[in-house]
Structures are given as structure tokens and as C-alpha cells.
T-cell receptor
């Protein structure tokens, strides 16, 4: 595997379910990100991790819980979601979290909350 | 606060025609500027970026963009598009350590 991978690619869950999204980067990067992409809206940055430490939480509801066990893996744990949480969730990584650094994106997980 | 405006939500164009996708930003500080492309069922891929120096930036797949500080714009251009350029294009600015994206422009290339 190369680049940034995300599993699953599609997920349908009920409002009372608990599920997790997984992201893995094979680029040796030190920073990882979660974004939410909804139709007709700009990408929303959710969380940033640098060297496994969370450095940004963009006022994300607590029903989204990130976990970064090492610099290569990032999880997003989901519980008691709402229908408006349906979206494409994108993971990205970069060498560092500086503004000039290119971010590499995974293909995303399409989440539908029923 | 910084923001990005992509003035066109959709741009239809015929194959081999030129195209310009517009991007304006607002920021009280110096920024880095980016264009990303998203093909169907894929993540975003960097097309080009402006960090400093020459205001004309060349990217992959024949795209280029020009940074205009006085007009706070960073429009993306390609002199002759292909069917395979059909995708969503996102402009982004980075004033500090994170990217702020526009809402995207859907480029649809017709044969």
C-alpha cells in the first residue's frame, strides 16, 4: 500500500451505533488530519495530530472521538451520531503541520447516518 | 479571519477549450495559496502551490495559477482542457498551520 488509505470506504450506521473509521499513512509523515466534506460546503478541519499529540480540535462535538496511537495511524470513533453527520470523512497527512507543507489525502469514508 | 471564495460552483467547457477557475481570498496576513483537485471517488490531490517568489506558478497536468496580491486572487488556468480534467477543484489558503478551503468548482468537460 502507498499513500494514505482509509477503511471502510462506505459506512451506514444507525444513530445508536458505535463504529470507527481508520486511516493509515505510508509516507513517513508526522502530522495527520481529519476533515469533514459536506455537499456545497468548504472542507471542515476537525482534528490535527502532530507526533501523536492532538494540536487542534475545531469545536467538534464529543460524539466524534479521535485516536492517534502512532504517527502512521489515525482513528475516528463514532457514537450516537445525528443524520447531519452524514458526509465524506477525509484523512490527510503531511510531513509537518506548517502552513507551507503539502497535505496528502486519502480517498475518504462515505458515512450515512440513518 | 481568513476566507476563500470560489466564485463559480460549476464551469462547463468543451474539450480543447481554455478554462479559468476563479479564486479570491481575504486575509490580513501573508498566506500560502494552493489548488487541489478531487476526481470522483478519490481524495484531494495537490495541483500547485504558491509560497513565495514568482507569481506565476505551474502545476501538474498543464495547469497554472497566478497570484495577484493587489486583487487578492489566485485564479487557476489551463489553455486546453481534456475530458479527464473533469473533477472538483478546490482553492485553499494557509495563513498559519492549517488549510482553509473554498467551496469548490465543478469543472465539467464535454466532448
Amino acid at each position: 500500500e502507498t499513500g494514505v488509505t482509509q477503511t471502510p470506504r462506505h459506512l451506514v450506521m444507525g444513530m445508536t451505533n458505535k463504529k470507527s473509521l481508520k486511516c493509515e499513512q505510508h509516507l513517513g509523515h508526522n502530522a495527520m488530519y481529519w476533515y469533514k466534506q459536506s455537499a456545497k460546503k468548504p472542507l471542515e478541519l476537525m482534528f490535527v495530530y502532530n507526533f501523536k499529540e492532538q494540536t487542534e480540535n475545531n469545536s467538534v462535538p464529543s460524539r466524534f472521538s479521535p485516536e492517534c496511537p502512532n504517527s502512521s495511524h489515525l482513528f475516528l470513533h463514532l457514537h450516537t451520531l445525528q443524520p447531519e453527520d452524514s458526509a465524506l470523512y477525509l484523512c490527510a497527512s503531511s510531513q509537518a503541520s506548517g502552513g507551507a507543507t503539502e497535505q496528502y489525502f486519502g480517498p475518504g469514508t462515505r458515512l450515512t447516518v440513518t | 479571519a481568513q476566507s476563500v471564495t470560489q466564485l463559480d460552483s460549476q464551469v462547463p467547457v468543451f474539450e480543447e477549450a481554455p478554462v479559468e477557475l476563479r479564486c479570491n481570498y481575504s486575509s490580513s496576513v501573508s498566506v500560502y495559496l494552493f489548488w487541489y483537485v478531487q476526481y470522483p471517488n478519490q481524495g484531494l490531490q495537490l495541483l500547485l502551490k504558491y509560497l513565495s517568489g514568482s507569481t506565476l506558478v505551474k502545476g501538474i497536468n498543464g495547469f497554472e495559477a497566478e497570484f495577484n496580491k493587489s486583487q487578492t486572487s489566485f485564479h487557476l488556468r489551463k489553455p486546453s482542457v481534456h475530458i479527464s480534467d473533469t473533477a472538483e477543484y478546490f482553492c485553499a489558503v494557509s495563513p498559519t498551520d492549517k488549510l482553509i478551503f473554498g467551496t469548490g468548482t465543478r469543472l465539467q468537460v464535454f466532448p
